[in-house]
């Protein structure tokens, strides 16, 4: 696929000794290491020639980083990564296979967070039904006294850090997904449970682990806390706690504490980074203990949940800047170059490390220095891919920070029944993974600096002067919606006001028999704009080329992109003060922009920025949709006031 314009930034990395100097042109590293990871571990994450694969949480991390690397890229090879991982166990009925649910260990419901995307993705009933398995293990999984989950059943009354990632983000997703209200208190709870109990409060640190029994050689017997506070168990803690969040309703009471949690964590973890590297020690408060050292694992884990923290506002942007010390020692301490050109590797992650079972591990300090340190293993590098994926987006220019794009949802309202039976809005919404969605366009956005935000109500003054960019698209009609909302003369004089003042517009229409245009062509005509009613660019089957738009050059917004995929659109009619910016070969108008006193209004006779047509899974390398949708969202960071 043609290299999105979101990453004309990247950079290559020269070795020089142990470290990376900066030359241009060339892969993100986090590509680079996405490269690595799907040519050494190509056949589902086969770790050891000749055994067999297992369903092992291992694999979910690296799982986690090539999703955030797809939403990001628009590459469809890595949801084709992803989805070749999971079907090697996902049957067409919906079992797990190599997956024994009566385990009860939180360590198997991580990779579960992969098959909901798949789920959400391509609306497989095959993947809800998989998901399912591990919220049912879930609803009867043994706890403590209290409420909190095992971290498996082998490992009775105990609590560890690690559990809470592998089991709440899945947790939250789902119960969201279902609208299982209900089940946010609990989730929440987790997080309170094992800070109450393994919190110290003279470091600020959490302890490995908790046994409630008190039972464990490694427990204290006064607290039940094990002896250390291990890098990555609370690397574990911080990611879960970002990804939960995800998902976690704002209004919800517990809300509140979860973010107080996070910035304990964040002062903790700052505390404890080596002042000097950037870095983080294995046992995180004995950097003069015999044999410690820097792990990578804890670093990337750190450096993400810090990262992405700051990019949804739970943490303050001053936090920030133990990302970027972290993430630069990253790069100087552990990345080298990989086998192969365009690949690198992670160095520096300790193998595992835990508590009890055969042989018994006792928590010691000596213990956790002993394990095995390798280079390229999948929790680092996993760990690795989120890190870096964060640190890439946080290092784009923010030329709309603070700014809101308002997604209408009232002249749009299309209802269907989800999985569950729950009537729900679909049809171009920020959140939707799935074809007709518009979550990728949404990430390009926000990647801007806008905040998304979708409206259900009319168009109103308060509404629209807290948004800088208003979309409204395929206006409903009858057929598709009993009680269609339909442009009207308030509505248009609200919104032609706002753009007056400074409002940047966009409008996208549908062919003529998808949209209701007679009312739109009220408000699009103020502008000089018309929506002539027909249907250009029909395409037969997979006939993509039927649908090609060419670009020439000096687009005033397509700069790089030189053919788009549009299909099925309403051609345009124009008059002063719009101009057309882009015709078909027949010489229809494509794609208007209009001046109006000082805002700005663009209008395309189609919703063409919808997942199906830029995340990668469809089209043809030779388009460039993706590339076009960052492009226009460049162009509306422009242009707000």
């Known amino acids: 696929m043609k290299r999105s314009f979101l990453f004309s930034f990247s950079l290559l990395y020269i070795v020089i000794g142990n470290s990376f100097t900066l030359q241009a042109q060339d ?10 990871v799907m040519d050494i571990w190509a056949d589902s994450l086969e770790m050891e020639p000749g055994k067999a694969v297992k369903w092992s949480y291992d694999q979910g991390v690296i799982l986690e980083g090539i999703d955030a690397i797809w939403k990001r890229t628009g590459n469809g090879k890595y949801f084709d990564y992803m989805k070749k991982s999971m ?44 998901a399912t398995l591990f ?21 009775p009354y105990q609590m560890w850090l690690d559990g809470l990632y592998m089991g709440q983000p899945f947790y939250a997703e789902y119960a969201a997904l279902t609208k299982n209200d209900a089940a946010f208190d609990d989730i929440a709870n987790q997080f309170i449970f094992m800070e109450n109990h393994a919190r110290d409060a003279k ?22 806390t094990s002896p250390h506070f291990w890098g990555r168990a609370m690397g574990w803690y911080g990611m879960g706690l970002v990804d939960v969040l995800d998902n976690f309703p704002k209004d919800h009471p517990k809300h509140k504490a979860l973010l107080d ?8 973890v700052g505390k404890y980074q080596d002042a000097k590297s950037g870095l983080w020690y294995d046992v995180m408060d004995l950097p003069k203990g015999k044999g410690n050292y820097f792990e990578s694992s804890a670093a990337n884990m750190f450096v993400y949940a810090i990262a992405k923290g700051v990019r949804k506002g739970y943490l303050p942007a001053s936090d920030l800047k133990i990302a970027q010390k972290g993430y630069a020692g990253i790069k100087k301490e552990f ?81 269907q029944k989800d999985q569950s039976g729950h009537q729900v809005s679909w049809h171009y919404k920020w959140p939707d993974l799935d074809n007709n969605g518009f979550s990728k366009w949404g990430g390009l956005l ?61 409008l996208m229409g549908n062919d003529a028999a998808n949209a209701e245009l007679d009312h739109f062509n009220e408000l699009t005509s103020k502008f000089g704009i018309t929506f002539n009613k027909d249907s250009k660019g029909r395409v037969t089957g997979n006939q993509f080329e039927m649908g090609a738009v060419a670009v020439p050059s000096g687009n005033s917004i397509f700069k790089k992109s030189k053919k788009l995929y549009i299909k099925e659109y309403s051609s345009l009619t124009t008059s002063s003060p719009a101009a057309s910016i882009l015709k078909d070969k027949e010489g229809s108008v494509v794609m208007a922009v209009a001046p109006y006193m000082k805002g700005k ?41």
């Open 601 to 641: 209004v663009f209008v395309i006779g189609d919703p063409w920025l919808y997942n199906e047509y830029i995340d990668g899974r469809k089209l043809p390398v030779s388009f460039d949709n993706f590339q076009a949708a960052n492009e226009l969202s460049e162009w509306l960071a422009t242009q707000v006031q």
């Open 335 to 415: 990345i080298e170059t990989g086998a192969k050109p365009g690949q690198v590797n992670l160095k520096g992650t300790v193998t595992v490390s835990g508590l009890g079972g055969k042989p018994y591990r006792d928590g010691s300090y000596e213990y956790y220095i002993s394990e095995k340190v390798i280079t390229n293993d999948p929790k680092g590098v996993g760990a690795f891919l989120l890190a870096a994926s964060e640190m890439e987006l946080a290092e784009l220019p923010k030329p709309a920070k603070g700014k809101t794009v308002l997604l209408d949802s009232y002249f749009n309202n299309e209802m």
């Open 261 to 268: 949690i996070l910035k304990r964590f964040t002062a903790a």
């Open 27 to 36: 892969k993100p590293l986090s590509e680079q290491m996405a490269a690595t």
């Open 135 to 155: 919220w049912e293990q879930l609803q009867t999984h043994p706890r403590t006294k209290e409420g909190g989950f095992w971290h498996k059943k082998i490992y």
């Open 203 to 224: 470091t600020g640190l959490l302890y490995h682990g908790w046994d409630e029994s008190k039972e464990q050689k490694w427990a204290n017997p006064k607290t039940g």
């Open 446 to 506: 926000e990647s801007k600096g806008f905040k998304l935000s979708t409206t259900y109500a009319a168009p109103s003054v308060s509404d629209l002067n807290s948004a800088a960019v208003y979309i409204i698209v395929d206006p409903d009609t009858k057929k598709e919606t009993p009680d269609p909302k339909f442009m009207n003369a308030e509505h248009v004089k609200t919104i032609t006001n706002w753009v007056k003042a400074g409002g940047v517009l966009v």
């Open 87 to 130: 079907d090697f166990f996902v049957t067409d009925q919906g079992e797990v296979q190599r997956y024994k649910q009566k385990e009860y260990n939180i360590d198997h419901i991580k990779n579960a967070r992969t098959i909901l995307t798949l789920y959400k993705v391509t609306g497989q009933q095959k993947y809800f039904k998989a």
